[in-house]
Protein backbone atom coordinates (compact mmCIF):
# COMPACT_ATOMS: atom_id res chain seq x y z
CA UNK A 1 0.00 0.00 0.00
CA UNK A 2 3.17 2.42 0.06
CA UNK A 3 3.73 2.60 -3.11
CA UNK A 4 0.68 4.12 -4.33
CA UNK A 5 0.33 6.09 -1.97
CA UNK A 6 3.99 7.56 -2.68
CA UNK A 7 3.20 8.31 -6.13
CA UNK A 8 0.46 10.07 -5.36
CA UNK A 9 2.22 12.22 -2.93
CA UNK A 10 4.83 12.64 -5.39
CA UNK A 11 2.15 13.62 -7.91
CA UNK A 12 0.43 16.27 -5.62
CA UNK A 13 4.41 17.78 -5.49
CA UNK A 14 4.92 18.02 -8.65
CA UNK A 15 1.77 19.90 -9.21
CA UNK A 16 2.20 22.25 -6.53
CA UNK A 17 5.55 23.16 -8.20
CA UNK A 18 4.16 23.11 -11.73
CA UNK A 19 1.31 25.43 -10.52
CA UNK A 20 4.07 28.11 -9.54
CA UNK A 21 6.19 28.01 -12.53
CA UNK A 22 5.66 30.93 -15.06
CA UNK A 23 3.12 29.74 -17.96
CA UNK A 24 4.34 29.27 -21.36
CA UNK A 25 1.48 30.76 -23.47
CA UNK A 26 1.64 30.76 -26.97
CA UNK A 27 -0.89 33.00 -28.28
CA UNK A 28 0.77 35.07 -30.57
CA UNK A 29 0.52 39.55 -31.02
CA UNK A 30 -2.45 40.88 -29.70
CA UNK A 31 -5.55 42.45 -31.34
CA UNK A 32 -4.78 46.04 -32.72
CA UNK A 33 -8.31 46.49 -34.00
CA UNK A 34 -11.45 43.80 -34.66
CA UNK A 35 -10.50 44.89 -38.44
CA UNK A 36 -7.42 43.22 -38.23
CA UNK A 37 -8.96 39.74 -37.55
CA UNK A 38 -8.91 37.75 -40.87
CA UNK A 39 -11.67 35.20 -41.71
CA UNK A 40 -10.02 32.46 -43.42
CA UNK A 41 -12.42 30.27 -45.47
CA UNK A 42 -12.19 26.48 -43.93
CA UNK A 43 -9.30 24.48 -45.71
CA UNK A 44 -9.38 20.83 -46.78
CA UNK A 45 -8.47 18.46 -43.43
CA UNK A 46 -5.18 17.36 -43.60
CA UNK A 47 -4.34 15.15 -40.68
CA UNK A 48 -0.70 15.19 -41.16
CA UNK A 49 -0.11 19.21 -40.79
CA UNK A 50 -3.23 19.82 -38.67
CA UNK A 51 -5.42 17.53 -36.88
CA UNK A 52 -2.09 15.35 -35.92
CA UNK A 53 0.27 18.22 -35.60
CA UNK A 54 2.71 17.25 -32.40
CA UNK A 55 2.64 19.74 -29.95
CA UNK A 56 5.15 22.01 -29.42
CA UNK A 57 7.09 21.72 -26.40
CA UNK A 58 9.55 24.25 -26.36
CA UNK A 59 7.50 27.42 -27.08
CA UNK A 60 9.67 29.90 -25.56
CA UNK A 61 8.03 32.72 -22.96
CA UNK A 62 6.76 36.06 -24.13
CA UNK A 63 7.98 37.88 -21.19
CA UNK A 64 9.12 41.16 -23.31
CA UNK A 65 5.68 41.53 -24.40
CA UNK A 66 3.35 40.97 -21.54
CA UNK A 67 3.50 44.43 -20.38
CA UNK A 68 2.53 46.04 -23.75
CA UNK A 69 0.34 43.45 -24.31
CA UNK A 70 -1.68 44.48 -20.95
CA UNK A 71 -1.55 47.96 -21.62
CA UNK A 72 -2.67 47.90 -25.09
CA UNK A 73 -5.51 45.94 -23.45
CA UNK A 74 -6.56 47.78 -21.02
CA UNK A 75 -6.67 51.31 -23.27
CA UNK A 76 -9.04 48.93 -25.73
CA UNK A 77 -11.23 47.99 -23.08
CA UNK A 78 -11.49 51.63 -21.61
CA UNK A 79 -12.57 52.38 -24.96
CA UNK A 80 -15.76 50.20 -24.75
CA UNK A 81 -17.38 51.53 -21.73
CA UNK A 82 -20.48 52.39 -22.59
CA UNK A 83 -23.36 53.29 -20.33
CA UNK A 84 -50.88 16.38 -23.15
CA UNK A 85 -51.44 16.82 -20.22
CA UNK A 86 -53.62 15.23 -16.61
CA UNK A 87 -55.16 17.02 -14.68
CA UNK A 88 -54.83 14.43 -11.81
CA UNK A 89 -51.45 13.40 -11.59
CA UNK A 90 -47.63 14.43 -12.75
CA UNK A 91 -45.49 13.02 -15.72
CA UNK A 92 -42.40 13.28 -15.60
CA UNK A 93 -39.55 13.04 -18.39
CA UNK A 94 -39.09 9.19 -19.59
CA UNK A 95 -35.41 7.94 -19.62
CA UNK A 96 -33.02 10.33 -21.54
CA UNK A 97 -33.03 8.25 -24.62
CA UNK A 98 -36.55 8.48 -25.18
CA UNK A 99 -38.28 11.49 -27.80
CA UNK A 100 -40.97 12.46 -24.88
CA UNK A 101 -41.20 16.14 -24.00
CA UNK A 102 -40.88 17.30 -20.37
CA UNK A 103 -44.36 16.50 -18.88
CA UNK A 104 -47.18 18.89 -16.60
CA UNK A 105 -47.64 18.87 -13.20
CA UNK A 106 -51.11 18.95 -11.85
CA UNK A 107 -53.21 22.28 -11.59
CA UNK A 108 -53.65 21.44 -8.28
CA UNK A 109 -49.98 22.14 -7.50
CA UNK A 110 -49.82 25.68 -9.42
CA UNK A 111 -52.30 27.70 -7.43
CA UNK A 112 -53.35 30.75 -9.83
CA UNK A 113 -52.80 33.15 -7.60
CA UNK A 114 -49.29 32.28 -7.38
CA UNK A 115 -48.52 33.30 -10.62
CA UNK A 116 -46.45 36.13 -11.12
CA UNK A 117 -48.26 39.31 -13.19
CA UNK A 118 -46.80 41.81 -15.41
CA UNK A 119 -49.78 43.92 -16.38
CA UNK A 120 -47.68 46.51 -17.53
CA UNK A 121 -45.76 44.44 -20.21
CA UNK A 122 -48.92 42.58 -21.07
CA UNK A 123 -50.44 46.40 -21.97
CA UNK A 124 -47.67 46.98 -23.96
CA UNK A 125 -47.83 44.37 -25.93
CA UNK A 126 -51.64 43.65 -26.62
CA UNK A 127 -51.84 45.31 -29.91
CA UNK A 128 -48.48 43.98 -31.22
CA UNK A 129 -48.40 40.93 -33.63
CA UNK A 130 -46.52 37.62 -32.66
CA UNK A 131 -42.30 37.83 -33.08
CA UNK A 132 -42.95 35.36 -34.78
CA UNK A 133 -44.54 36.89 -37.64
CA UNK A 134 -41.67 39.10 -38.41
CA UNK A 135 -39.14 38.69 -41.12
CA UNK A 136 -36.42 35.20 -39.72
CA UNK A 137 -34.15 37.30 -37.72
CA UNK A 138 -30.50 37.12 -37.42
CA UNK A 139 -28.88 35.40 -34.07
CA UNK A 140 -26.60 35.96 -31.91
CA UNK A 141 -26.23 33.93 -28.99
CA UNK A 142 -23.59 34.36 -26.10
CA UNK A 143 -22.66 32.03 -23.62
CA UNK A 144 -20.61 32.86 -20.77
CA UNK A 145 -19.16 29.34 -18.90
CA UNK A 146 -19.63 28.70 -15.08
CA UNK A 147 -21.41 32.65 -14.48
CA UNK A 148 -22.97 33.05 -11.26
CA UNK A 149 -26.45 35.40 -10.96
CA UNK A 150 -24.05 36.54 -8.12
CA UNK A 151 -21.40 37.72 -10.78
CA UNK A 152 -24.54 39.90 -12.69
CA UNK A 153 -24.81 43.34 -11.48
CA UNK A 154 -28.62 42.87 -12.89
CA UNK A 155 -29.26 39.76 -11.00
CA UNK A 156 -27.27 39.53 -7.67
CA UNK A 157 -24.00 41.16 -8.20
CA UNK A 158 -23.03 45.23 -7.51
CA UNK A 159 -24.55 47.51 -9.99
CA UNK A 160 -21.36 48.67 -11.37
CA UNK A 161 -19.96 44.94 -12.04
CA UNK A 162 -21.40 44.39 -15.17
CA UNK A 163 -22.63 47.42 -17.13
CA UNK A 164 -22.37 46.28 -20.13
CA UNK A 165 -24.69 42.98 -19.52
CA UNK A 166 -27.18 45.18 -16.82
CA UNK A 167 -27.85 47.35 -20.27
CA UNK A 168 -28.36 44.11 -22.83
CA UNK A 169 -30.96 43.52 -19.31
CA UNK A 170 -32.79 46.82 -19.39
CA UNK A 171 -33.06 46.69 -23.31
CA UNK A 172 -34.18 43.15 -22.90
CA UNK A 173 -36.29 40.46 -21.70
CA UNK A 174 -34.49 39.14 -18.17
CA UNK A 175 -35.41 35.61 -16.95
CA UNK A 176 -35.50 35.35 -13.51
CA UNK A 177 -35.68 31.20 -13.12
CA UNK A 178 -33.78 30.19 -16.13
CA UNK A 179 -31.86 26.83 -15.51
CA UNK A 180 -29.26 24.80 -17.19
CA UNK A 181 -30.06 21.44 -18.14
CA UNK A 182 -27.33 20.26 -15.72
CA UNK A 183 -24.53 21.38 -13.06
CA UNK A 184 -21.59 20.87 -16.12
CA UNK A 185 -20.40 23.02 -19.43
CA UNK A 186 -20.57 19.63 -21.55
CA UNK A 187 -24.15 19.21 -21.14
CA UNK A 188 -24.97 22.80 -21.19
CA UNK A 189 -23.40 22.98 -24.44
CA UNK A 190 -25.71 19.93 -25.90
CA UNK A 191 -28.60 21.24 -24.73
CA UNK A 192 -28.19 24.77 -26.06
CA UNK A 193 -26.49 23.58 -29.71
CA UNK A 194 -28.93 20.34 -29.96
CA UNK A 195 -32.26 21.14 -27.80
CA UNK A 196 -31.40 17.57 -26.57
CA UNK A 197 -29.64 16.35 -23.53
CA UNK A 198 -28.00 12.84 -24.69
CA UNK A 199 -28.32 14.33 -28.87
CA UNK A 200 -25.84 12.81 -30.70
CA UNK A 201 -26.23 13.71 -33.77
CA UNK A 202 -25.55 17.65 -33.90
CA UNK A 203 -24.05 17.41 -37.98
CA UNK A 204 -27.12 17.34 -39.02
CA UNK A 205 -29.97 18.48 -36.56
CA UNK A 206 -27.84 21.40 -34.40
CA UNK A 207 -28.77 24.81 -34.38
CA UNK A 208 -25.83 24.97 -36.93
CA UNK A 209 -27.10 22.62 -39.45
CA UNK A 210 -30.14 24.69 -39.12
CA UNK A 211 -29.18 28.04 -39.38
CA UNK A 212 -26.91 26.87 -42.68
CA UNK A 213 -29.83 24.80 -44.06
CA UNK A 214 -31.72 28.43 -44.25
CA UNK A 215 -29.19 30.03 -46.18
CA UNK A 216 -27.62 32.07 -42.72
CA UNK A 217 -23.77 33.12 -42.74
CA UNK A 218 -22.88 30.63 -39.34
CA UNK A 219 -19.67 31.17 -37.17
CA UNK A 220 -19.08 29.36 -33.71
CA UNK A 221 -16.39 31.00 -31.68
CA UNK A 222 -14.82 30.07 -28.22
CA UNK A 223 -15.17 26.62 -26.12
CA UNK A 224 -16.80 23.96 -28.16
CA UNK A 225 -17.11 20.94 -26.12
CA UNK A 226 -19.32 18.87 -28.48
CA UNK A 227 -16.04 17.20 -30.99
CA UNK A 228 -12.53 16.44 -30.40
CA UNK A 229 -9.92 16.22 -32.86
CA UNK A 230 -11.37 12.76 -34.70
CA UNK A 231 -14.60 13.53 -34.15
CA UNK A 232 -17.10 16.40 -35.09
CA UNK A 233 -15.86 20.37 -35.16
CA UNK A 234 -18.21 23.42 -35.87
CA UNK A 235 -17.04 22.95 -39.72
CA UNK A 236 -18.87 19.42 -39.66
CA UNK A 237 -21.92 21.10 -37.70
CA UNK A 238 -23.27 23.77 -40.45
CA UNK A 239 -20.54 26.25 -39.19
CA UNK A 240 -18.59 28.10 -41.71
CA UNK A 241 -16.16 30.03 -39.48
CA UNK A 242 -14.91 28.07 -36.15
CA UNK A 243 -12.10 29.58 -33.88
CA UNK A 244 -11.51 28.69 -30.23
CA UNK A 245 -10.64 24.97 -29.07
CA UNK A 246 -11.97 21.62 -28.24
CA UNK A 247 -11.52 21.37 -24.26
CA UNK A 248 -12.28 23.31 -21.76
CA UNK A 249 -9.89 25.67 -20.71
CA UNK A 250 -9.03 24.64 -17.22
CA UNK A 251 -8.12 21.35 -18.85
CA UNK A 252 -5.20 23.36 -20.51
CA UNK A 253 -1.30 21.92 -19.03
CA UNK A 254 -0.83 24.93 -17.03
CA UNK A 255 -3.78 23.93 -14.60
CA UNK A 256 -2.44 24.74 -10.93
CA UNK A 257 -3.53 20.85 -9.87
CA UNK A 258 -3.59 18.61 -12.96
CA UNK A 259 -1.27 20.61 -15.33
CA UNK A 260 1.15 17.80 -15.83
CA UNK A 261 -1.53 15.33 -16.74
CA UNK A 262 -3.34 17.28 -19.94
CA UNK A 263 -1.85 18.24 -22.80
CA UNK A 264 -1.44 21.49 -24.30
CA UNK A 265 -4.77 23.28 -25.38
CA UNK A 266 -5.19 23.55 -29.17
CA UNK A 267 -5.97 26.62 -30.70
CA UNK A 268 -7.92 25.66 -33.90
CA UNK A 269 -8.78 27.91 -36.89
CA UNK A 270 -11.39 26.29 -38.58
CA UNK A 271 -9.66 23.02 -39.37
CA UNK A 272 -6.81 24.36 -38.59
CA UNK A 273 -4.41 23.97 -35.43
CA UNK A 274 -2.90 27.42 -34.91
CA UNK A 275 -1.17 27.52 -31.30
CA UNK A 276 -1.44 26.12 -28.19
CA UNK A 277 -2.40 27.29 -24.57
CA UNK A 278 -4.04 31.06 -25.12
CA UNK A 279 -3.46 32.94 -22.76
CA UNK A 280 -6.66 33.56 -20.25
CA UNK A 281 -6.36 37.21 -19.72
CA UNK A 282 -6.91 38.23 -23.72
CA UNK A 283 -8.66 34.48 -24.79
CA UNK A 284 -12.04 36.24 -24.41
CA UNK A 285 -10.90 39.44 -25.87
CA UNK A 286 -9.96 37.33 -29.11
CA UNK A 287 -12.83 35.94 -29.43
CA UNK A 288 -15.48 39.06 -29.06
CA UNK A 289 -13.06 40.42 -31.81
CA UNK A 290 -13.49 38.00 -34.06
CA UNK A 291 -17.52 37.64 -33.74
CA UNK A 292 -17.77 41.20 -33.94
CA UNK A 293 -15.71 40.99 -37.51
CA UNK A 294 -17.37 38.30 -38.15
CA UNK A 295 -20.96 40.38 -37.79
CA UNK A 296 -20.07 43.65 -39.32
CA UNK A 297 -18.33 41.63 -43.03
CA UNK A 298 -21.90 41.51 -44.37
CA UNK A 299 -24.58 42.46 -42.66
CA UNK A 300 -26.99 42.20 -45.19
CA UNK A 301 -27.12 38.49 -45.50
CA UNK A 302 -28.06 36.68 -42.48
CA UNK A 303 -25.93 35.08 -40.04
CA UNK A 304 -25.63 33.43 -36.55
CA UNK A 305 -23.05 33.36 -34.44
CA UNK A 306 -22.36 31.20 -31.48
CA UNK A 307 -19.82 32.36 -28.95
CA UNK A 308 -19.56 30.12 -26.05
CA UNK A 309 -16.73 31.96 -23.86
CA UNK A 310 -14.77 29.57 -21.49
CA UNK A 311 -14.25 29.63 -18.18
CA UNK A 312 -12.51 32.73 -17.69
CA UNK A 313 -11.02 31.90 -13.77
CA UNK A 314 -8.00 33.01 -12.90
CA UNK A 315 -7.03 29.68 -11.83
CA UNK A 316 -3.10 29.99 -10.38
CA UNK A 317 -3.79 34.03 -9.95
CA UNK A 318 -2.72 34.76 -6.08
CA UNK A 319 -4.37 38.38 -6.81
CA UNK A 320 -7.71 38.93 -4.39
CA UNK A 321 -9.25 41.03 -7.54
CA UNK A 322 -8.51 38.51 -10.12
CA UNK A 323 -11.62 37.11 -10.53
CA UNK A 324 -13.51 40.47 -10.27
CA UNK A 325 -11.43 41.44 -13.21
CA UNK A 326 -12.15 38.51 -15.10
CA UNK A 327 -15.69 39.16 -14.99
CA UNK A 328 -15.53 42.90 -16.12
CA UNK A 329 -13.46 41.63 -19.01
CA UNK A 330 -15.90 39.07 -19.83
CA UNK A 331 -18.56 42.04 -19.64
CA UNK A 332 -16.41 44.26 -22.16
CA UNK A 333 -16.46 41.25 -24.41
CA UNK A 334 -20.18 40.76 -24.51
CA UNK A 335 -20.39 44.84 -25.01
CA UNK A 336 -18.17 44.70 -27.80
CA UNK A 337 -20.17 42.34 -29.62
CA UNK A 338 -23.71 44.12 -28.71
CA UNK A 339 -21.67 47.27 -30.47
CA UNK A 340 -20.76 45.45 -33.50
CA UNK A 341 -24.44 44.57 -33.71
CA UNK A 342 -25.59 48.22 -33.64
CA UNK A 343 -23.02 49.57 -35.50
CA UNK A 344 -23.74 47.35 -38.52
CA UNK A 345 -27.68 48.70 -38.28
CA UNK A 346 -29.25 45.58 -37.76
CA UNK A 347 -30.30 45.75 -33.99
CA UNK A 348 -33.79 45.45 -35.14
CA UNK A 349 -33.05 42.49 -37.16
CA UNK A 350 -31.41 40.46 -34.78
CA UNK A 351 -32.05 38.43 -31.72
CA UNK A 352 -29.57 38.57 -29.02
CA UNK A 353 -29.31 35.70 -26.40
CA UNK A 354 -27.30 36.19 -23.44
CA UNK A 355 -26.67 33.10 -20.80
CA UNK A 356 -24.45 31.69 -18.70
CA UNK A 357 -23.74 27.53 -18.95
CA UNK A 358 -24.16 26.61 -15.44
CA UNK A 359 -23.26 28.14 -11.93
CA UNK A 360 -20.30 28.70 -10.26
CA UNK A 361 -17.80 25.61 -9.89
CA UNK A 362 -17.05 26.39 -6.20
CA UNK A 363 -13.98 24.53 -5.64
CA UNK A 364 -11.85 27.58 -7.04
CA UNK A 365 -13.01 29.60 -3.74
CA UNK A 366 -11.58 32.73 -4.19
CA UNK A 367 -11.50 32.61 -7.62
CA UNK A 368 -14.43 30.87 -8.20
CA UNK A 369 -18.12 33.27 -8.92
CA UNK A 370 -21.23 33.88 -6.31
CA UNK A 371 -23.97 31.75 -6.71
CA UNK A 372 -26.07 34.67 -4.91
CA UNK A 373 -28.38 33.56 -2.46
CA UNK A 374 -29.04 30.18 -3.85
CA UNK A 375 -26.87 26.88 -2.55
CA UNK A 376 -23.65 26.42 -4.49
CA UNK A 377 -23.71 22.31 -4.17
CA UNK A 378 -23.47 20.33 -7.00
CA UNK A 379 -26.85 19.89 -8.06
CA UNK A 380 -28.31 22.02 -6.51
CA UNK A 381 -29.87 26.03 -7.61
CA UNK A 382 -26.59 27.87 -7.47
CA UNK A 383 -25.55 25.33 -9.45
CA UNK A 384 -28.03 25.57 -12.15
CA UNK A 385 -30.07 28.40 -12.21
CA UNK A 386 -28.24 31.05 -14.44
CA UNK A 387 -28.22 34.05 -16.31
CA UNK A 388 -30.49 34.55 -18.87
CA UNK A 389 -31.31 37.79 -20.70
CA UNK A 390 -32.62 38.23 -24.40
CA UNK A 391 -33.13 41.63 -26.82
CA UNK A 392 -34.72 41.90 -29.77
CA UNK A 393 -35.54 45.25 -30.07
CA UNK A 394 -39.22 46.64 -31.16
CA UNK A 395 -40.39 43.09 -31.45
CA UNK A 396 -39.66 42.11 -27.59
CA UNK A 397 -40.57 44.66 -25.40
CA UNK A 398 -38.33 45.18 -22.13
CA UNK A 399 -39.25 43.40 -19.05
CA UNK A 400 -39.07 40.39 -16.32
CA UNK A 401 -40.12 36.77 -17.02
CA UNK A 402 -40.23 34.99 -13.41
CA UNK A 403 -41.60 31.21 -14.62
CA UNK A 404 -39.43 28.33 -14.84
CA UNK A 405 -37.35 28.09 -18.01
CA UNK A 406 -34.60 26.08 -19.54
CA UNK A 407 -31.78 26.05 -22.04
CA UNK A 408 -33.61 23.38 -24.28
CA UNK A 409 -36.14 26.50 -24.80
CA UNK A 410 -33.86 27.68 -27.06
CA UNK A 411 -33.02 25.55 -30.13
CA UNK A 412 -36.78 25.33 -30.43
CA UNK A 413 -37.64 28.87 -29.66
CA UNK A 414 -35.16 29.98 -32.00
CA UNK A 415 -36.72 27.36 -35.06
CA UNK A 416 -39.92 28.85 -34.89
CA UNK A 417 -38.59 32.19 -35.55
CA UNK A 418 -36.94 30.80 -38.52
CA UNK A 419 -39.93 29.05 -39.54
CA UNK A 420 -38.57 25.45 -39.10
CA UNK A 421 -41.26 23.53 -39.78
CA UNK A 422 -41.79 20.42 -36.96
CA UNK A 423 -40.77 18.23 -39.35
CA UNK A 424 -37.77 19.31 -40.03
CA UNK A 425 -37.00 20.18 -36.23
CA UNK A 426 -37.73 16.54 -35.16
CA UNK A 427 -38.43 15.61 -31.40
CA UNK A 428 -36.88 18.01 -28.67
CA UNK A 429 -36.77 17.98 -24.86
CA UNK A 430 -37.38 21.96 -24.76
CA UNK A 431 -40.71 24.40 -25.69
CA UNK A 432 -40.56 27.02 -28.02
CA UNK A 433 -40.65 30.66 -25.83
CA UNK A 434 -42.03 32.51 -28.60
CA UNK A 435 -45.17 32.94 -26.44
CA UNK A 436 -42.99 34.16 -23.90
CA UNK A 437 -41.48 37.07 -25.90
CA UNK A 438 -44.75 38.13 -27.17
CA UNK A 439 -45.59 38.89 -23.45
CA UNK A 440 -47.29 35.94 -21.82
CA UNK A 441 -46.45 35.84 -18.52
CA UNK A 442 -48.07 32.10 -17.82
CA UNK A 443 -45.57 29.03 -17.09
CA UNK A 444 -44.44 27.38 -20.07
CA UNK A 445 -43.83 24.21 -17.51
CA UNK A 446 -45.70 22.52 -15.17
CA UNK A 447 -43.07 20.07 -14.25
CA UNK A 448 -39.36 19.25 -15.50
CA UNK A 449 -36.89 16.44 -14.75
CA UNK A 450 -33.13 16.61 -14.01
CA UNK A 451 -31.13 14.07 -15.30
CA UNK A 452 -28.09 12.29 -14.51
CA UNK A 453 -25.42 11.45 -16.99
CA UNK A 454 -26.56 7.91 -17.03
CA UNK A 455 -30.12 8.71 -17.68
CA UNK A 456 -31.31 8.14 -13.89
CA UNK A 457 -33.88 11.14 -12.40
CA UNK A 458 -32.24 12.98 -9.73
CA UNK A 459 -34.48 15.73 -8.87
CA UNK A 460 -38.00 17.06 -10.13
CA UNK A 461 -39.26 20.72 -10.47
CA UNK A 462 -42.84 21.19 -10.28
CA UNK A 463 -43.70 25.28 -10.02
CA UNK A 464 -42.16 26.51 -6.39
CA UNK A 465 -41.23 22.99 -5.31
CA UNK A 466 -37.95 20.94 -6.08
CA UNK A 467 -37.54 17.53 -5.16
CA UNK A 468 -34.59 15.53 -4.77
CA UNK A 469 -33.98 11.80 -5.34
CA UNK A 470 -31.44 9.83 -2.73
CA UNK A 471 -28.14 10.19 -4.30
CA UNK A 472 -24.56 11.62 -3.50
CA UNK A 473 -23.43 14.96 -4.37
CA UNK A 474 -20.24 17.30 -3.94
CA UNK A 475 -20.34 19.79 -1.37
CA UNK A 476 -17.89 22.96 -0.86
CA UNK A 477 -17.35 25.08 2.39
CA UNK A 478 -19.14 28.29 1.59
CA UNK A 479 -17.86 29.84 5.38
CA UNK A 480 -14.36 28.89 4.44
CA UNK A 481 -12.45 30.60 1.27
CA UNK A 482 -9.50 29.05 0.66
CA UNK A 483 -6.51 31.74 -0.34
CA UNK A 484 -6.64 32.89 -3.99
CA UNK A 485 -5.40 30.43 -6.74
CA UNK A 486 -5.56 27.71 -3.92
CA UNK A 487 -8.21 25.04 -4.89
CA UNK A 488 -10.81 23.70 -2.08
CA UNK A 489 -11.48 20.09 -1.83
CA UNK A 490 -15.04 18.78 -2.24
CA UNK A 491 -16.65 16.83 0.37
CA UNK A 492 -19.09 13.76 -0.93
CA UNK A 493 -22.30 14.24 1.09
CA UNK A 494 -25.57 11.83 0.72
CA UNK A 495 -29.55 13.41 0.67
CA UNK A 496 -32.86 11.16 0.55
CA UNK A 497 -35.63 12.72 -0.38
CA UNK A 498 -36.02 16.00 0.31
CA UNK A 499 -38.64 18.65 -0.85
CA UNK A 500 -38.11 22.46 -1.07
CA UNK A 501 -39.95 25.12 -1.26
CA UNK A 502 -38.10 27.31 -3.89
CA UNK A 503 -40.31 30.47 -3.40
CA UNK A 504 -40.19 30.60 0.56
CA UNK A 505 -36.41 29.19 0.51
CA UNK A 506 -34.63 30.17 -2.51
CA UNK A 507 -31.17 28.77 -0.63
CA UNK A 508 -32.99 25.32 0.13
CA UNK A 509 -31.89 25.43 3.63
CA UNK A 510 -35.47 23.92 5.13
CA UNK A 511 -36.52 20.83 3.56
CA UNK A 512 -40.12 20.55 3.74
CA UNK A 513 -40.76 17.22 3.93
CA UNK A 514 -42.75 16.66 7.14
CA UNK A 515 -44.92 20.04 5.84
CA UNK A 516 -45.89 18.52 2.69
CA UNK A 517 -45.56 14.76 2.04
CA UNK A 518 -48.34 14.37 -0.73
CA UNK A 519 -46.47 16.84 -2.69
CA UNK A 520 -43.78 14.26 -2.30
CA UNK A 521 -45.67 11.20 -2.58
CA UNK A 522 -47.68 12.91 -5.91
CA UNK A 523 -43.88 13.17 -7.64
CA UNK A 524 -42.36 9.74 -6.25
CA UNK A 525 -45.95 7.73 -7.54
CA UNK A 526 -44.65 9.77 -10.94
CA UNK A 527 -40.95 9.14 -11.02
CA UNK A 528 -42.19 5.27 -9.97
CA UNK A 529 -43.98 4.93 -13.14
Known sequence: MKTPVFFLLTMLSVSLLFA??????????????????????????NPENDVQKPVLEDVQPQDDNVEETDSQLATRNSQLDVPEETEDDIKVVAPPSADNHPALVPESIVPDDQAPKNDARNSQLAARSSVASADPPNVVLIVADELGLGDVGCYFGTDNSTPRISQLAKDGLRFTDFSASAPDSLSAQRAIVTGRRFGKNVESTGLGAIAKKHSYRTAFFGQWLLGTDSAALPTDCGFDVFWGTTAPADKWSFHPVAGELNAPLKVWDNRAVVGYNLNPETYNRQISARAAKFIKKAPNEPFFVCVFFPSFRPLTSKEPDAYKNAVEKLDKA??????????????????????????????????AGSTGPYRADVGFEGTIRVPCIVRYSEKVSPGVYEHFANQLDLLPTIAQLWNVTDDELGKREGKSLVGVLDGKTESVYKSFAYFSLDGQIIAVRADKWKLYCPQEYKS??????????VPAPYVIKNIDWELYDLSEDPGETTPQNDERPDIIETIRKAINR
Open 476 to 485: VSQTETPAPG
Open 334 to 367: VGEIVDAVDAAGVTNKTLVVFLSSCGPNRVWGAQ
Open 20 to 45: QQEPNYQDGPELESIDEVEQTPAPEP
